[in-house]
Structures are given as structure tokens and as C-alpha cells.
């Protein structure tokens, strides 16, 4: 059975979509069988995979809307290594149609029953907001991964997100975890990042990934080519990084046996 992990957090820009990409990219490589969803209505996750947006007969909007397969709407983009739910502006309108919905948070929760088998991971690039459809994707995940750069306002969004986590965990889905929190685009030259991270550091203990992502500007070209950093530069020390992560990953998904 697949491990579900959604990568969320509600600030906007935080590093989200790479570290989705790339973990994808990244696990895809170490010979795991990943699905990526994109469950952003940006669609950055889909044309980060090398897909036209705008060109998807089927999207996780018809997925969540109207009942079409999972299966019947993944697609292989040719270079990537792993399989992806593509997502375009579509998806902005499923947050009212949703609304109505009998269990309307755990429509995407349903839907990705049906392959679980399929995968050894399934990752949910989440919307910069803690909306319905971030919701979906906590109600699906067994864990969240948590980017985000370390700076002062950083800490501050953050502890929205665990109280959310929290409240999923009791109300909606006992399986739900923090399973880490991601230093990304960090350079360690700037006092305010390493004091931020220290604090971090004293804060989250083990929940704190060992790896930390540097600001890399491949990584920030990469999706201009519809690649992940990882493919598109694989020496880069972006994409080392991102390796790095998936290696990490794998153990901490054996230590939690989850598997
Ligand atoms: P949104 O909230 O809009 O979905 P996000 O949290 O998904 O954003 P990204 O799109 O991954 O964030 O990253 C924001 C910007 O920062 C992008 O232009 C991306 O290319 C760039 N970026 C992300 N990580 C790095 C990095 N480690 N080094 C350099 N640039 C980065
Ligand atoms: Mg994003």
C-alpha cells in the first residue's frame, strides 16, 4: 500500500511545488512507484512535470467533481519517471462545488483508494491556502511535509498549520502525522536563516529533516523546461539536495514502519 504524504503549507511561494516535484522526481529515481497530484489550481506541479495545462482532457477536477477514474485521468509525462493527476485553473471551482457534496473532505481521499496499490507513494502538491482542498489532502495523507524558509515570519504561519494538523488528526483522519518539516531555499550566509533554523532546530527536534535545501537557481529554472530540478540538472547542489531528501524519506517511512 502506497505511503499518501501531501506537501502543505499556506503561505504562498514557500517551496511547495519544487519539493513535490523533486521528492517525486527524486523517488521515481531510487525505483519507487510515485504518483504525483497536483491539487493546486495553479497547475505548477503539472507543468513542472513537462504537461500542458491547459491541454488535459481529465484533471483532479474531474476527479473530484465528477466521479471519473483516477486511474482514467493520470498521466506519464515522457521524462519524469513518475505518474501525474494534472490540475489547471479548473480546480478553483471545485472548491464551491465541493461544498455541497456529501463528505466533501474525503472526495479525494476516495478516489485515490482505487490505487493504492499501484504506487509506493502517492504525493499531493497542496494550494497556498488552508482551503477545502488542502482539507482533501489531509483527510487522503498519512503524513504532511512541511517546507519552509527559515525566516521570521515563517514561524508565525506555522503554527496555524499544526493546529489544523492537529484538529484533522482528532476530528477527520487518525492516521494523519507530521512526518517533517523542510528547510528549503535556505543560504547560510544570512545570520537571520541560521538563527531561524537553530530555532527550529530546538523546536521540532527529529521532526526536522537532517537535509536541508539550499537556494539553487537551477532548481528555480528547472520548471521553465517542464522538468524537476533533479532531471533537468542532476549535479546541481539543488538537485543533490532533493536526492538527498528522497534517501531520507525512505528511512523515515521505515522507521515509522509504515510500510
Ligand atoms: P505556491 O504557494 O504559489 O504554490 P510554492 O510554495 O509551491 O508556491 P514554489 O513554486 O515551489 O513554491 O517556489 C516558489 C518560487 O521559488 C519558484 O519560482 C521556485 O522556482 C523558486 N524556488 C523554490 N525552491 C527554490 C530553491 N531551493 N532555490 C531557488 N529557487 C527556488
Ligand atoms: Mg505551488
Do not use: W
Not at 512507484?33 to 505548477?44: A, F, K, M, S, Y
Not at 521524462?79 to 472548491?95: F, I, M, Q, S
Not at 494550494?127 to 487522503?140: E, G, W, Y
Not at 503554527?159 to 489544523?164: A, G, M, R, W
Amino acid at each position: 500500500m502506497a505511503n499518501i504524504f501531501c506537501v502543505a503549507n499556506q503561505k504562498g511561494g514557500v517551496g511547495k511545488t519544487t519539493t513535490a516535484v523533486n521528492l517525486a522526481a527524486s523517488l521515481a529515481g531510487l525505483d519507487q512507484r510515485v504518483l504525483l497530484i497536483d491539487l493546486d489550481p495553479q497547475g505548477n506541479a503539472t507543468m513542472g512535470s513537462g504537461i500542458d495545462k491547459s491541454a488535459c482532457e481529465n484533471t483532479v477536477y474531474e476527479v473530484l467533481v465528477d466521479g471519473v477514474s483516477l486511474r482514467d485521468a493520470t498521466m506519464r509525462p515522457p521524462a519524469v519517471g513518475y505518474d501525474v493527476l494534472p490540475a489547471n485553473r479548473e480546480l478553483a471551482g471545485a472548491e464551491v462545488e465541493l461544498v455541497d457534496m456529501e463528505n466533501r473532505e474525503r472526495i479525494l481521499r476516495g478516489a485515490i483508494d482505487e490505487v493504492v496499490d499501484d504506487y509506493d507513494f502517492v504525493l499531493i502538491d497542496c494550494p497556498p491556502a488552508l482551503s477545502l482542498l488542502t482539507l482533501n489532502a489531509l483527510c487522503a495523507a498519512h503524513g504532511v511535509v512541511i517546507p519552509m524558509q527559515c525566516e521570521y515570519f515563517a514561524l508565525e504561519g506555522l503554527s496555524d498549520l499544526v493546529n489544523t494538523i492537529k484538529q484533522v488528526h482528532a476530528n477527520l483522519n487518525r492516521d494523519l502525522k507530521v512526518i517533517g518539516l523542510l528547510r528549503v531555499m535556505f543560504d547560510p550566509r544570512i545570520t537571520l536563516q541560521q538563527q531561524v533554523s537553530d530555532q527550529l532546530k530546538e523546536h521540532f527536534g527529529d521532526k526536522l529533516f537532517d537535509v536541508v535545501i539550499p537556494r539553487n537557481v537551477r532548481l528555480a529554472e528547472a520548471p521553465s523546461y517542464g522538468l524537476p530540478g533533479v532531471v533537468f540538472d542532476k549535479s546541481s547542489r539543488g538537485a543533490q539536495a532533493y536526492i538527498q531528501f528522497g534517501t531520507e524519506m525512505i528511512e523515515r517511512v521505515r522507521a515509522l514502519s509504515m510500510n
